[in-house]
């Protein structure tokens, strides 16, 4: 497995209002999508439709326009086991 940092990098993007974290994630997975799977199973919420529009908002973390995922290399936490949102972790 590997350590992925997932960082925001525009929360003012209305898709931010279905998550319930908006900050850097810490997550071990294969891969990045594994890794951004990750993150939004445990930080999605249902958010509110749009007045105007009916626009859906859907979570930030498999959109690499609204979050960025690079491999990292971090002592603090163990790269083997299962995939997993190491931190936060609440």
Do not use: Y
């Not at 003012?12 to 994630?25: D, I, L, Q, R, Y």
């Not at 290399?73 to 995939?83: L, S």
């Amino acid at each position: 497995m590997q350590l992925w940092k997932l960082t925001p990098l525009d929360l003012s993007a209305p898709n931010w209002e279905a998550s319930t974290h908006k900050g850097p994630v810490i997550v071990r997975a294969p891969d990045e999508f594994a890794a951004r799977d990750a993150a939004n199973g445990k930080f999605s919420r249902a958010a509110n439709k749009q007045p105007i529009g009916d626009t859906v908002r859907h979570p930030p973390w498999r959109h690499a326009s609204l979050v960025n995922a690079v491999t990292i290399d971090d002592e603090r936490f163990e790269v083997e086991g299962p995939t997993e949102v190491l931190d936060p972790d609440c």
